[in-house]
């Protein structure tokens, strides 16, 4: 049996891809930095504290993102023929407007590049882009507008934004192909098509049957952009594709909100 290690595996990407490996190894955010490693066969690192607007401690997103991922690869366990080691980062990192936590993720791709390369390791970067589905982050857009519609919960909403949405499952499948693989180097996720927040909010009312208490507003967030979607197609070529289409995304998280009241 392959032993593989999990961290994030609390998260809405980690609590997916945990179904896949059930018997990986999990480690918790707070012992990253305290675990002695023993040879694996597979090492997934996901980390996602900074890309909310309230993950404010500018600490907490170095040691999430830089300073554990640096006591992962500086033991020597890491060395030892591995399948893959996988890194999420993101698609933010190619904004124009730059945050904290998109320069950290680009700190730590910078270093496991450095890794790879004089270590000749099977380290591959993911960037996904913008993750949706059932069980998503309460806040996000998605999630938000589902409430909206069923609860009447007010919403300011900017309209021009727009995403290149890919639904949890489908960035799931192109993790494990892409470890399956041993690919290195850095790869994105995505569709490869851009959804506008006015579209993705007449998708929700569709599939909801009820209108959304929306209050427009023009402007939320400084790194909005017109121009967020994936470019780079290299993990086709391993031969994933991505399979849902957004309005079945929606479809499954209303589902999941009419089952759960979340």
Request: net charge neutral; with cysteine; proline share 4%.
């Amino acid at each position: 049996m392959e032993k593989v290690f999990l961290t994030g595996s609390k998260g809405f990407l980690g609590s997916h891809l945990l179904k896949r490996f059930p018997d990986a190894i999990c480690i918790p955010h707070d012992k990253i930095d305290s675990i002695k490693l023993t040879p694996f066969d597979r090492f997934f690192f996901l980390s996602s504290y900074g890309n909310m607007s309230f993950h404010d401690d500018d600490a907490k997103i170095f040691k999430a993102n830089i300073s554990d991922l640096i006591s992962i690869l500086t033991q020597k366990a890491t060395y030892k023929g591995f399948k893959s080691f996988t890194f999420i980062s993101t698609s933010s990192v190619r904004l124009p407007v730059q945050t904290m936590y998109s320069r950290s993720k680009k700190a730590a791709e910078e270093i496991l590049l450095a890794f790879m390369e004089k270590h000749k390791l099977p380290i591959c970067i993911i960037r996904p882009f913008s993750i949706c589905g059932v069980n998503e982050q309460k806040e996000h857009l998605i999630p938000t507008l589902i409430r909206s519609c069923m609860k009447g919960e007010k919403v300011n909403l900017v309209l021009e934004p727009m995403h290149d949405f890919i639904d949890v499952e489908d960035i799931v499948d192109g993790i494990v192909n892409l470890s399956d693989h041993s690919a290195r180097g850095i790869y994105e996720l995505g569709t490869g098509h851009q959804t506008s927040n006015k579209e993705v909010l007449e998708i929700v009312e569709k599939v909801c049957g009820k209108k959304a208490n929306v209050n427009i507003v023009p402007s939320i967030r400084e790194y909005d952009t017109a121009n967020w979607v994936s470019t780079n197609f290299k993990a086709r070529g391993y031969g994933w594709l991505p399979r849902k289409t957004l309005e079945q995304s929606i479809e499954e998280s209303y589902e999941y909100f009419t089952k759960t009241n979340n």
